[in-house]
Each structure stands twice: as structure tokens, then as C-alpha cells.
């Protein structure tokens, strides 16, 4: 078994602890699937990343470099937090981008755009179907996560691969105080985001949304900073006037963590979704 | 925060990625408990280990190093595949004990004395600080709560030497990788299972018992891949009952797609629990 190169990475964080961890392995040539699943089991984090080079297809459609994304329990075709650590871990290993401040990535979803600005990486959004939750499946969350119903401002289906029930609450405090019946929502099978915005969110300066992410289901009861669901969240609440086109976000705190994910709306309509990355660990796997 | 040495130990086997993971920072001065709890928080392994000079007292009485052992969420005194894990890591990276062939770790519970059989490492179990039988409740609700009928548990005791084990022993190593636990029936229990193997299988590979651990983890029953203590607590109910030799090994991490492998060998009063390990991931981590 050689050894090769790895990082582990904190992601939506500037300060080694504060974010999500993310573990890759930079030259993953000749990993079986297997391998690279069982290491991804061992290593124990939500998802386990394996750089490659484009495809030829890939090639021609101006990838960078090919990802492929494991869970412990299995292969998944695009992640947030994943893509940022692995486009983060590649530029730390001196790779250069074909277009200076714009990476192609190429994954088992497509094609995902990064872009590198002021130390900041931020992915194209996704797109995302949107759908009003059911009801009796809505009143049921509520009361797995201990809230009344009149506590709910809105509430929406999200599915951009990951599929969330997203609540929007009225205050930080509710969102930070919430206990979930974790159990419940596992028997759920629903995974549940919960946000708040504060009226000054425009003001980038400081974190002005709340977001908790609780996925169960998928095994992790709390999430500590989740790219897929800072994306769709942002598309659903800029689309209906409920945030700002540029907001900050705060997630983990409840976790010990302080992610930090920067939202913004562009000119042509596109959500991208940013953060800081830092290197925690670097050496090599034996794999 | 500075760069440390860092490795990520495999234990209880000689392949990668089949036994228990462990993380190991090399050199911890410096760091404060809580540095130490929110790195090991933010690795998500069962354990991450802290590496020090042992203390002026440790020195004195022989101590090789000091280390500081983390769960999520807690400091343990002394736990044991963090003992063997944490001394092959050490061994690696270039530390030599005063006396060859022996290491003396200084941990919470005071020292800890390992010794090197070949490509081995092989702890002093700590003695037991609760023996004896269950009560007949608790046997009935591990019955219900494993699914098996109460005539199958066939032997059963307390195994406690810091974790709070209940064990039961099995009639068959087929029924216990058989399991399915009810979280809802066993929750907030510590069960450690075991079950003597076919003499066909032990024949194949030399492992005499199936071992399972189940404890409580922060979503639910949690199953741990390969268990120091709990075999420690095994042998030394087993051994003394009659039950099992005075020297064995056990297959543990099956049902998980592992295969650890833990080597027990009674010498006169002492109970020696071994097994390989075999470092996966070196490297530096910023603390």
C-alpha cells in the first residue's frame, strides 16, 4: 500500500475547530471503490473526498480535477462543504486553475463552478425544486423539534440532491435553543433545516442568519456546517424577499463550532456559496 | 497553535481499516484541556490521544510517557485500545523505552505497563472494580433488548473497570453477529456480547469467541468496532469461570466489516490484552 497525500480540512471556518472537518486524499489513481468507501467508513467524518484528473469529457468541458465524495455510507453525486474543502485542498497542494479565480469541478453530479475571491472559495448553488410540505408530515417536525405550530413563519421543501424540510423561525434564540426528538425524526425519515434572519442581515459584517441543520436520518444528528443546505436555503429566501441578496450565516455554534457561510445573489440571478478553508492536517494515508 | 506530529493509528489489527481508529497528537504541551476536547470533538473518532512527558512523580516511578485520553465530550482515565494505539504511535515515531520490551504509560488511573511480543502490543488489564452476576431484571431486558430468548443467555456478569459493562455470554458466535439491538429496550446501557466460535472457524483462523460491544453513543445504541476494556473485562470473568483459557483470541468488528483481532493471556494473576496496530495516517496537525 503506498502512501499518499492527505489533508483533513475545516471548512466554513479560518480557525482550525471552528468549522466541518473534511478528510482527502489528493491522488486517488488506482483506488478501487471499495478502497475508497472503506477508508471513508474508517476515517469517520460526514464525507471523505478522492481527488483525480478530469475525465476526457470532463477535459473538454474545462475541469480542473475530478472529485469523487463518500459518506460512510456511500457515494454521494455532489456536496457543499465537500466541494469547497476539496477545491481548497487542491489549491493548497500548488495546482493552478485553467482560468485564474474560477475552477471547474468536475463530480459525479456535473460540472460545479468555484470561484476564488479575498481568500474566499464559493460554489455555484445547484439547481432547486421547491415544494410546499406536506402538512401532517410539517406538524409532526414541529413536534419532534418541540415548537408550536404558530411558531413557524414558513416552511418549504427543498431538494437539490439533499432533500431538506426547511422552517423558517422567528428569533436566534428559538433556533439556538432547540432540543430536537432526534429519534423521532430519524422514524421521520426526514432531514430538517431551521434558519432566522435578523432584520439587519444585510449587513455582511457580522452573522446576521441562524442556521441549524439536523439529519438524522443520514445518520448525524446535527450537522455542524452544511454547504448543500446554506444553498437552497438562500435560493427559497432571496426568491421570496424573506433575506437579503448578500447575508452571512452562522451555523455550529451549538456543536462549539462558528461556521461562516457567505451567501450572495449575482447579477444573473446565481446563489453562490462561500467560505474560508483551513488546512489542519497534512501528511500522507497509507491507501 | 503551532504545527505537532500527528498520526492516525489503526489498532487490534495488522490491515488497514480493519480495526479501531485512534488519532494521536504526538507532542500536547501546551495545550489545554479544552484545545483537547475540541480537537477530539471536531475528529469524530471514538478517541484522540494527547502525548506527553510523563510528570516528575510518572518519571519517578518509571514512566516511559504521559498521555491524555479523549472521548467526545469527556477525558477518560484510562481506556484501552487508546493504550495501544497511543504506544505503537509513540514506538513509531522514534520513542524508546528505559527498559526494552517494556513501556510504562502514565495515563488518569496511574501507570500502565505494556509490553512488546514481537509485532504485538500487549496492556496490564486494570483490575475489575464490579464483578459478579446481573440482576435478573437487567438479563431480561438484555434478552428482549438483543432479541434473543433468555435461555440463550447462558452466562452473565457484571465487567466493570471504568465502563460500565453488562456481559452476557451467548451460545453461539452465529447468534451474537446475528444481533439486531433495540436502542429503545437497551438505551443508556453499556453491553458487551460474546459467543464461542465453531470449532471448524476457530480452526481457520484461531479466534475463539465473537465479541460485540454496544454502548451508548450521542445518536442512540452505538456499536463500538474493537473494545480494550470490554475483552480486559471478558477475561477476567471468563478465564476465572472456567469459560474460556487461560489464553485466546477473539474476532470483534465482524458485523461492522471489520476484523479486529485481540490476543488474552492470563500469566499467573495478570491479564494481558494485546493486539497489532498499524499506523494509517502521518503527518502534522495545527494546535
Known amino acids: ?287 | 497553535m503551532r504545527q505537532r506530529p500527528f498520526q492516525q493509528v489503526d489498532v487490534f489489527t495488522a490491515t488497514p481499516y480493519l480495526g479501531n481508529p485512534l488519532a494521536v497528537v504526538l507532542d500536547g504541551e501546551g495545550l489545554s484541556t479544552q484545545a483537547m476536547q475540541q480537537f477530539t470533538n471536531w475528529t469524530n473518532l471514538s478517541e484522540a490521544t494527547f502525548v506527553l512527558p510523563p510528570t516528575p512523580e510518572g518519571r519517578a516511578a518509571g514512566a516511559d510517557y504521559r498521555v491524555r485520553i479523549f472521548c467526545p465530550g469527556a477525558e477518560l482515565p484510562f481506556a484501552g485500545h487508546p493504550t495501544l494505539g497511543t504506544c505503537h504511535a509513540w514506538l513509531q515515531a522514534g520513542g524508546q523505552p528505559r527498559t526494552p520490551g517494556r513501556v510504562v504509560q502514565e495515563c488518569g488511573v496511574g501507570l500502565v505497563t505494556l509490553r512488546q511480543d514481537g509485532e504485538r502490543l500487549a496492556f496490564a488489564a486494570p483490575p475489575l472494580l464490579q464483578s459478579g452476576p446481573l440482576d435478573e431484571v437487567d438479563v431480561e431486558r438484555i434478552a428482549r433488548g438483543l432479541g434473543v430468548a433468555r435461555s440463550d443467555i447462558v452466562h452473565h456478569a457484571w465487567c466493570h473497570n471504568g465502563p460500565h459493562w453488562r456481559a452476557v455470554l451467548l451460545r453461539s458466535a452465529e447468534q451474537v453477529l446475528g444481533l439486531r439491538p433495540d436502542p429503545a429496550t437497551l438505551g443508556g446501557l453499556s453491553i458487551g456480547v460474546v459467543g464461542p466460535r465453531s470449532a471448524a472457524r476457530q480452526a481457520a483462523d484461531g479466534c475463539a469467541f465473537e465479541v460485540r460491544a454496544f454502548f451508548p453513543g450521542n445518536h442512540g445504541l452505538a456499536e463500538d468496532p474493537v473494545t480494550g476494556s470490554l475483552n480486559a473485562a471478558l477475561a477476567q470473568w471468563l478465564i476465572p469461570a472456567h469459560l474460556a483459557p487461560r489464553s485466546y483470541v477473539v474476532s470483534q468488528g465482524t458485523a461492522l466489516g471489520r476484523a479486529g483481532r485481540v490476543h488474552v493471556d492470563q500469566e499467573g494473576a495478570q491479564t494481558w490484552i494485546g493486539g497489532q496496530a498499524v499506523t494509517c495516517m502521518r503527518g502534522e496537525v495545527r494546535l
Not at chain 1, 477535459?59 to 453525486?77: K, T
Not at chain 1, 445547484?126 to 413557524?152: C, D, E, F, I
Not at chain 1, 423561525?169 to 432531514?191: F, I, N, T, Y
Open chain 1, 1 to 287: 500500500m503506498p502512501e499518499r497525500a492527505f489533508q483533513q480540512i475545516d471548512v466554513f471556518s479560518q480557525r482550525p475547530g471552528d468549522g466541518n472537518p473534511l478528510a482527502v486524499v489528493l491522488d486517488a489513481q488506482g483506488l478501487s471503490d471499495a478502497d475508497m468507501q472503506r477508508f471513508a467508513t474508517w476515517a469517520n467524518l460526514s464525507e471523505t473526498t478522492y481527488l483525480l484528473p478530469p475525465t476526457e469529457a470532463g477535459l473538454a468541458a474545462g475541469a480542473d480535477y475530478r472529485v469523487r465524495i463518500f459518506s460512510p455510507r456511500g457515494e454521494l453525486s455532489f456536496a457543499g462543504h465537500p466541494t469547497l474543502g476539496s477545491c481548497h485542498a487542491w489549491l493548497q497542494a500548488g495546482h493552478q486553475p485553467r482560468v485564474a479565480g474560477a475552477i471547474v469541478q468536475e463530480c459525479a453530479g456535473g460540472f460545479v463552478r468555484i470561484e476564488q475571491s479575498d481568500g474566499l472559495l464559493a460554489f455555484a448553488a445547484p439547481p432547486m425544486q421547491r415544494s410546499a410540505p406536506n402538512p401532517a408530515l410539517l406538524a409532526l417536525v414541529t413536534g419532534a423539534l418541540g415548537l408550536r405550530p404558530q411558531q413557524v413563519l414558513a416552511a418549504q421543501v427543498l431538494d437539490n440532491g439533499p432533500r431538506w424540510l426547511a422552517l423558517l423561525l422567528p428569533s436566534a434564540e428559538l433556533v439556538l435553543g432547540l432540543q430536537p426528538d432526534h429519534a423521532r425524526l430519524k422514524d421521520l425519515g426526514q432531514d430538517v433545516g431551521v434558519v432566522h434572519v435578523a432584520p439587519s442581515a444585510s449587513d455582511t459584517s457580522r452573522p446576521g442568519v441562524t442556521v441549524r441543520a439536523f439529519a438524522a436520518p443520514m445518520g448525524n444528528p446535527e450537522d455542524p456546517v452544511t454547504g448543500s443546505l446554506n444553498g437552497s436555503l438562500a435560493q427559497w429566501l432571496i426568491a421570496e424577499g424573506l433575506a437579503p441578496q448578500r447575508y452571512l450565516v452562522a451555523q455550529g455554534e451549538r456543536l462549539g463550532r462558528a461556521g461562516r457561510v457567505h451567501i450572495r445573489q449575482d447579477e444573473q440571478g446565481q446563489v453562490w456559496v462561500g467560505g474560508q478553508s483551513v488546512t489542519c492536517i497534512q501528511g500522507t494515508a497509507l491507501l
